[in-house]
């Protein structure tokens, strides 16, 4: 890949984006995705396009994760799809290899969903715009509406598999194992199972901690916490002195929130369980409540 720009990293401000706004080799991207509640605790999944085409930051693309960057043949949801169809749909969307990708979405664990299946496919110019387009607004900062503007096809390439994502047998064979801690990154009452929604069983995995998603991030400003309330949040639960962590949630979107931020804090050995609870919870493995 291409030598990145100056100040770019996994976590870029509407500073750093303003400037570079106008970069041909930067492709700025709204993965938002909004999740409703169902009777019996469930969620159904919408787009967030019909919101991208009131308002968005200029030169933006929308990414689909529900669909064009999910795998849609699995039964579960948001499932990682193969390197060849990941590649395929990114480069509609005008990402080639020396693109520099600006990630970002309503919630921000959506982008950091995408940001998480770039890095184990081994592509590491991307970045979530911390704050996202509620800090962009808030600054005064030029929108637009409507579709997105049309883009040139890239050619991009995705062979490498950073083993980032693990499956149910791997959290199930890593439940009691000293060095390993695993995270659910869902809130309190989910994990549990006295409220909130759940995903066929109330509940979590044995044996797991909970770090929520939800209180890595600002709800004032929507950009991260200071890196010392994030340290002091994985911290709390050892997950800085393991020497593996596997995250988890309802669908392995919240946990790529939480692996975000562990990469962040520099702890990298790091997965995130694809299927998550609407997989586990649906098997006939336990579930501890409580």
Partial sequence: MSETLNGFGPLVST???AANLNNPNVRVLDCTVTLHPLPGGDMRAETGLPAFEEAHIPGAGFADLIQALSDTSSPLRFTLPSAEAFAAALGGLGIGQETHVVLYADVAHWATRLWWMLRHYGFDNAAILDGGLH???AEGRALETGTAKPVVAQSLTLTHDRG?????AEVKDAMGRPDTVTINALLPEQ???SGGSHYGRPGRI?????V?????IDPATR??????????????????SKDRVIAYCGGGIAA???AFVLHLLGQDNVQVYDASLQEWARSDLPMDLG
Avoid at 164 to 168: E, G, P, S, T
Avoid at 206 to 210: A, F, K, Q
Avoid at 212 to 216: C, D, E, I, K
Avoid at 230 to 240: I, K, M, P, T, Y
């Fill in 15 to 17: 500073e750093w984006l």
């Fill in 135 to 137: 800090a962009w607004k």
């Fill in 164 to 168: 980032l994502f693990c499956d149910m």
């Fill in 191 to 193: 994990h549990a199972g």
């Fill in 206 to 210: 044995p044996g797991s901690v909970c």
């Fill in 212 to 216: 929520p998603a939800r209180n890595l």
């Fill in 223 to 240: 950009r991260f916490r200071p890196r010392a309330e994030l340290w002091n949040q994985f911290e709390a639960v050892g997950s800085l």
């Fill in 256 to 258: 790529s929130g939480d």
